[in-house]
């Protein structure tokens, strides 16, 4: 079984991995490069009017872009083995799992990680009000950790007790708060913020969603073929 998660794994999180490197240059990485110059200097707001609402921004750069991309793959490679582990788990006790049902996983795994928390602590920009890294790293594990145990009691759990724990523990974490700044004093624009905030979900959701769809199907042939 081992062999069938890493070889699955390897092969949906590098396909999709591809995708989201990607996307990330495509769409996030210019919003980086233009709020970069906000947190350094080079751009400044003046009441309301950017000094430059469209500066030219560095081009493509092999050493900066190409290790970019190559974190991208393995963090997608990471996220892929999660995923397909969690699938044989569910696999050795009558869940089936194909492409279309792998999708679903994926959209899961899309929510636990990326959207759930962003519903309180956002995707943010170089430049924005700075909190205690620790504080957010901790809330973060938190809030997935408690969003996935939701979605697995409500997948698979029987009965209104598991479906009021997850209702508990999807609501438990925003209940309590992410941690905020004291004062929302970054020096970004808060169009350019959105956007990025915006733009990281989208590319979230489209590497999740094809990581469970190519983690269900490598898995499904792996399986047809021992």
Known sequence: ?????????????????????????????????????????????????????????????????????????????????????????????????????????????????????????????????????TARQVWWWGTAIATAVAMALIAFGTGAGMWGAAVVLLLAPHLIGAPQPEAFAGSVPPELASMFAARALGVGLASWALTGLLGGYFWQRENAGS
């Open 1 to 133: 079984m081992f062999s069938r998660i890493v070889t699955s794994a390897l092969l949906a999180g590098f396909c999709a991995g591809l995708l989201a490197a990607l996307l990330q240059l495509m769409f996030l990485q210019p919003v980086l490069l233009h709020a970069e110059l906000f947190e350094t200097g080079k751009l400044v707001h003046f009441g309301g009017q950017l000094a430059d609402a469209h500066p030219d921004l560095p081009g493509f750069d092999l050493m900066r872009d190409g290790l970019s991309a190559l974190f991208w793959t393995l963090l997608q490679v990471g996220y892929a083995l999660i995923l397909v582990a969690c699938m044989a788990f569910a696999a050795e006790r009558g869940v089936v799992i194909d492409a279309r049902r792998g999708l679903l996983w994926g959209l899961a795994g899309f929510i636990a990680v990326q959207f759930a928390p962003a519903f309180s602590l956002p995707p943010e920009v170089p430049g924005a009000a700075y909190v205690d890294l």
